[in-house]
T-cell receptor, first 116, second 113 residues
């Protein structure tokens, strides 16, 4: 079974530029998550989709971050404009069911973003 | 609100010795607990989870974890550590009434040969 795919793996941009990350979840997984992992910290949830609807985006900085999952499969996370503090690893995860508490989330390899 | 604490930033053990990574949690409802491992430049890999039932949970790569409700702990253990177990370990918790997964800050495990 293929895992969660993410691209690019690394990205270096200058502040005020824009950047986009792509995620393709495990086939058949209804729920997709984007996390931000700052160096030395655990992952923090940015947004959660169930199929193509947003379940929770309460921690997404909506003035600069946006995300979509138009067809209920792959997803794109965008930052525009980027700030220095956005330097982090952006992790995508997926789980089979809905928002069940018992579902295991499976993570992709992440995209390491460096903002100069 | 739910939270997780991993009291040790680093754990160092010799190969062949027992390995323990500590985790305590706080939830208002029933806890659902998870352990993940992260190798350099890789995503998080699922190790094991506790949902209900037997307090001792067995997972991947010889790891196990013990759920202790009275001490609100979910420590990760391995009877005999390998050098290849050197990685960053994360404990995570979900409140039974909430779908959000909250992670601890992580514990770096170093196993010396």
């Amino acid at each position: 079974e293929a895992g969660v795919a993410q691209s690019p793996r690394y990205k270096i941009i200058e502040k005020r530029q824009s950047v986009a990350f792509w995620c393709n979840p495990i086939s058949g997984h209804a729920t997709l998550y984007w996390y931000q992992q700052i160096l030395g910290q655990g992952p923090k949830l940015l947004i959660q989709f169930q199929n193509n609807g947003v379940v929770d985006d309460s921690q997404l900085p909506k003035d600069r971050f946006s995300a979509e999952r138009l067809k209920g499969v792959d997803s794109t996370l965008k930052i525009q404009p980027a700030k220095l503090e956005d330097s982090a690893v952006y992790l995508c995860a997926s789980s089979f069911g809905g928002s069940s508490s018992t579902d295991t989330q499976y993570f992709g390899p992440g995209t390491r973003l460096t903002v100069l | 609100a739910q939270s997780v604490a991993q009291p040790e930033d680093q754990v160092n053990v010799a190969e062949g010795n027992p390995l323990t990574v500590k985790c305590t949690y706080s939830v208002s409802g029933n806890p659902y607990l998870f352990w993940y491992v992260q190798y350099p430049n890789r995503g998080l890999q699922f190790l094991l989870k506790y949902i209900t039932g037997d307090n001792l949970v067995k997972g991947s790569y010889g790891f196990e974890a013990e759920f202790n409700k009275s001490q609100t702990s979910f420590h990760l253990k391995k009877p005999s550590a390998l050098v290849s177990d050197s990685a960053l370990y994360f404990c995570a918790v979900r409140d039974g009434s909430d779908y959000k997964l909250s992670f601890g800050a992580g514990t770096t495990v170093t196993v010396r040969a």
